[in-house]
């Protein structure tokens, strides 16, 4: 009986499938597109493209590495493996400040969502709200906020395919007068900026990717990893480009791409001319309550992983207690007192406060994904030499990874391309510098009082990001169910 248990319980390839596609969508996407839109033009298509690509050879490294090692710390436990603690040390802490920066990314893209209904408000006052609210969430029960945040999930992936659907209809069938359609893109250069426009489009487009650890965290959930996992990548990273791609197609088609920017989604934009009714305000709500997911997920994981480091004696003894509910409730208050200075900088600089706090996660989101395929270059022939009967699903290694490697280095360095991502550039490298030199000032500290894996184990049952796997993997299984039992033939008697 538990053999049967425990098999039920493994994710099925489509259970996997729409996790990783819930967790990368977000308002890099949604609002984030419009300013990558202005600064390539018709180009953009391409960009998301190539992004798409690199994005499937992350997820193989990543997910080649926990099949081959499964580890629950996934790339910040590879990257102490490859390149020692201290690189370790530095990720984990770059993980924490970057989804901050996420927080504070999707909190001000949810603050411009609500401007739409609430002009005379300023977006300060939507930040402060939003974060009190989703602090109250996340200081409930984990079970009860997983099983929000897993169905809320999904509402990213619905969003793009309406609007997918709703474009085809205006750009194709003009029932609601003739969209610009092709002339918007035949009128105008491909490369209307130069190179220099499209390579700094593309440190955006990378951020509208990010969010793939989640796929290394749930290797040891899934049925048959090593049959399933790289179908997942396959279909993943074609499904998410393919919605990427075309969404981004339409938004050309459907309007002056010029007039978009960053006041307001280009969802909800580029469907104003054709006033149909209550759609621009389905499309925003339906945005905002994806934004505000979102956001909650990043809280809840950062929160965690403040937690985490606490447990490994890299983060203040402070924040490694919990309440009888398992919540890290000093790790997570702390965490997100950041949110009222980004709160504060919205009152400051209104109009640049989501490029600064975007531009400078998509650099630490980069950091991570080129320690994931360095770690893989140097650990996999290690990993092998115990695994003789493992087939490999990674393509042109090692060429595959010095292409992406170098690719993702020069992407890093187009934030100079743009004026005006020079200071998220800047603000990046910034916490890079200083999140080393504090490893450095501490390390024989740090070096004191080693712990394992397994004594944090035992030490603490505080929930990690995989409880919501969970949640998830159970409401997938349930749409799975009823979409075969949609198509199942009844027996007539």
Do not use: C
């Amino acid at each position: 009986m538990t053999s049967i248990q425990d098999k039920s319980s493994k994710m099925s390839a489509f259970s996997l499938t729409m996790l990783a596609i819930g967790s990368i969508i977000g308002a890099g996407m949604f609002l984030g597109v419009g300013l990558t839109i202005r600064l390539s033009g018709p180009s953009i298509i391409l960009a998301y493209a190539i992004m798409g690509i690199l994005m499937y050879f992350n997820l193989s490294f990543l997910a080649e590495l926990s099949l081959l090692d499964p580890e629950k710390g996934s790339f910040q436990t590879y990257a102490a493996k490859a390149f020692g603690p201290g690189v370790g040390f530095i990720i984990g802490w770059l993980y924490w400040i970057s989804g901050i920066l996420v927080m504070s990314s999707e909190a001000t893209a949810a603050a411009i969502f609500s401007a739409l209904w609430f002009p005379g408000i300023p977006l300060w006052a939507f930040i402060v709200i939003y974060t009190v609210i989703l602090t109250g969430v996340n200081l409930s029960d984990p079970r009860g906020f997983g099983k929000l945040e897993s169905g809320l999930a999904i509402v990213k992936v619905i969003a793009l395919i309406g609007f997918i659907i709703l474009g085809i209809v205006l750009v194709f069938f003009p029932l609601f007068g003739g969209a610009p359609g092709w002339h918007n893109i035949s009128n105008t250069p491909f490369f209307v900026h130069g190179l220099s426009g499209f390579a700094g489009s593309l440190l955006l487009v990378f951020y509208a990717y990010s969010g793939t650890s989640v796929v290394g965290l749930a290797i040891t959930e899934s049925s048959d990893p090593e049959k399933t996992v790289p179908k997942v990548v396959l279909i993943t990273s074609f499904l998410v480009t393919t919605f990427y791609v075309i969404s981004v197609l339409f938004l050309i088609l459907l309007h002056p791409w010029t007039t978009y920017n960053a006041s307001t989604s280009p969802y909800v934009s580029a469907l104003l001319p054709y006033k149909i009714p209550i759609v621009q305000s389905i499309m925003n709500f339906v945005i905002l309550t994806a934004t505000l997911s979102a956001m909650s997920a990043s809280m809840y994981g950062t929160s965690r992983m403040l937690n985490a480091l606490a447990q490994q004696g890299e983060a203040p003894h402070l924040f490694n207690k919990v309440t009888k509910k398992a919540v890290p409730r000093r790790a997570l208050l702390f965490t997100n007192v950041f949110l009222v200075g980004i709160a504060f900088l919205s009152y400051v600089i209104p109009n640049k406060i989501y490029l600064l706090v975007t531009g400078a996660s998509g650099l630490l989101s980069l950091v991570n994904v080129l320690t994931i395929s360095l770690a893989h270059w140097r650990l996999r022939p290690k990993f092998l030499e115990n695994r003789k009967d493992y087939k490999t699903h990674v393509v042109g290694y090692p060429v595959s990874n010095i292409i992406v490697t170098a690719i993702f280095i020069g992407v890093f360095f187009s934030a100079f391309a743009i004026p005006d991502q020079r200071a998220s550039f800047f603000l990046g490298l910034s916490l890079i510098v200083i999140t080393a030199g504090a490893y450095f000032f501490l390390r024989h500290k740090l070096g004191a009082k080693p712990k394992t894996p397994e004594t944090i184990q035992n030490q603490h049952l505080a929930p990690t990001s995989e409880n919501s796997l969970h949640n998830l993997q159970h409401l997938a299984q349930k749409t799975e169910k009823r979409i075969s039992e949609g198509f199942r033939p009844k027996n007539k008697s």
